[in-house]
């Protein structure tokens, strides 16, 4: 090992100082790492020159304060010129030769612990490049195996995933054909509740509970049921499409990070010493941010394609009830609408029928009215007739009444004249009493006319709700594919 420099031009790991030739034991602490004492000794320094003498004179004592004391030290630090002798002589050789022995000794022994070192650390070196190859190579090998565990269940939730689609599609179309279905019930119902709504705008004795009430009745039940039993498969249909959607966010969760998990522990297996992006990460290893074993791991992914499989399994069972309950539905709407016309069409020619009637026996009191209306009229004239007469008879006695004194005789005119009015007056008498009775049979007549027509009017609103209302809108009912839910 070679010295850097000459021996003239050495430099120490120590700043250059402004002394000429430092005190022995000054040397010593700059190999040994000692320090200079800072108390300032006077004694200590009488080597030095008077000027370093005079200027250290000048820095104050910690006792400044007492003029006596400043005195003292200013005496004991003043020297002559004749003390100079004394600075050649404060070192000799032999202390010069034991430095440099001593200086020797210590860089031997330096280079000796430092080949030792060198070997040994060399050693570690070797065995250690040795070990951390094995263990990256061991770590390697751990994450393939991981790798290949990652992809085994990846492609379990892959197929998982594509029939759990599937199912999902199944079951959605299922859902939109009894969302149709139901929607289609809409129609009949509002058209037997109508008809119920029409028949009960009937009038006076029709307002009858009859068969077609009673079948209407029943076929509103039973849309009713219908609909409350498609209701309920609805939302049994929404909620396992939520439970199936549910397993399949999980799965998909899952495969996401398995995916990532995957690409982690990819790029993890293709790490190099060489590869670029790697880097220090201080005290990651006593970091431990696991959230799960091996063994849970599996279960967690097996857990989820069970639960996901448990669900198709269920999903599955409900197309099939959905599917029955659709054929079921069908059939009992139709059987009923079919019955409710039936009802109607007996019905109508009922009602018909007794139009009919009630039309005949109408005209009939019409012509007897009109013959009533005819007496009646000729009464009147009769009246009239005899108010001329009448007046005439009266007046006639009334003019009678004025002859003078002894003229006023009752004589044959007299009572020709008061027969006659009493003649005419019971004939008017008469004549009344038979336009009252013409009069009073003409008001049953038109009473039991105003009968005729409004229970012609009451059969013929009757004929005109069932026929035309109800029959007019039941014309057209939703056929067999509809209400299974076709379009």
């Not at 120490?12 to 010593?28: D, E, N, Q, V």
């Not at 992809?151 to 197929?159: A, D, G, T, Y």
């Not at 009769?382 to 007469?389: M, T």
């Not at 005789?409 to 336009?435: A, Y």
Request: charged share 30%; hydrophobic share 30%.
């Amino acid at each position: 090992m070679e010295l850097l420099g000459s021996t003239l031009t050495a430099t120490y790991a120590r700043p250059k100082t402004s002394h000429f030739l430092p005190a022995i034991s000054t040397m010593a602490s700059s190999y040994r790492g000692t320090q200079l004492p800072l108390t300032f000794n006077p004694i200590s320094h009488q080597w030095r020159s008077n000027n370093y003498l005079r200027a250290s004179s000048a820095i104050p004592s910690i006792r400044q304060g007492r003029d006596g004391d400043l005195d003292l030290v200013r005496s004991n630090t003043m020297y002559h010129p004749s003390n100079r002798a004394m600075l050649s002589t404060r070192y000799t050789p032999d202390d010069w030769y034991k430095s440099n022995q001593s200086n020797y000794r210590e860089s031997e022994s330096s280079r000796n612990s430092a080949e030792r070192l060198r070997k040994d650390t060399l050693r570690l070196m070797q065995d250690r490049e040795q070990l951390t190859r094995r263990t990256q190579e061991y770590t390697s090998k751990n994450i393939g195996e991981r790798l290949n565990d990652i992809v085994f269940w990846r492609s379990e939730l892959n197929h998982e995933i594509d029939n759990m689609v599937t199912e999902i599609a199944a079951l959605a179309e299922v859902k939109r054909r009894l969302e149709r279905a139901l929607s289609e019930t809409e129609g009949p119902l509002q058209v037997s509740q109508e008809c119920l709504y029409h028949r009960e705008r009937r009038m006076s004795i029709d307002l009858v509970h009859d068969n077609v009430e009673k079948n209407l009745i029943r076929e509103v039940e039973i849309i009713k049921s219908c609909q409350e039993r498609m209701r309920r498969h609805l939302d049994r249909a929404i909620a396992q499409l939520a439970s199936n959607r549910a397993a399949q966010h999980e799965l998909e969760r899952d495969l996401s990070d398995k995916v990532s998990a995957q690409r982690i522990d990819d790029r993890c297996h293709h790490l190099r010493n060489t590869s670029d992006g790697i880097s220090y990460y201080r005290g990651v290893d006593r970091l431990d941010p696991s959230l799960s074993l091996p063994e849970s791991w599996s279960k967690f992914t097996d857990d989820n394609i069970l639960h996901s499989q448990s669900q198709r399994a269920a999903s599955h069972k409900l197309r099939d009830e959905i599917e029955v309950l659709l054929s079921t539905t069908s059939n009992d709407m139709w059987t009923q609408f079919n019955s409710a016309n039936v009802a109607f069409t007996n019905r109508i020619s009922e009602i018909a029928d007794t139009k009919n009637s009630l039309q005949t026996h109408l005209a009939k009191t019409l012509q007897e009215i009109f013959q009533t209306e005819m007496l009646i009229d000729s009464l009147k004239k009769a009246l009239r007739d005899k108010e001329n007469p009448l007046k005439v008879a009266q007046t006639r006695l009334e003019e009678r009444t004025r002859r003078p004194n002894v003229e006023l005789c009752r004589d044959n005119p007299h009572h020709r004249l008061v027969g006659e009015v009493r003649e005419i007056e019971d004939t008017i008498h008469k004549l009344r009493d038979r336009l009252m009775e013409a009069e009073s049979t003409l008001h049953t007549l038109v009473k039991t006319k105003v009968t005729l027509e409004h229970d012609l009017s009451v059969k013929a609103n009757s004929l005109f709700l069932d026929q035309d209302k109800c029959m007019g809108m039941r014309k057209t009912f939703p056929s067999t594919p509809r209400l299974v839910g076709y379009t």
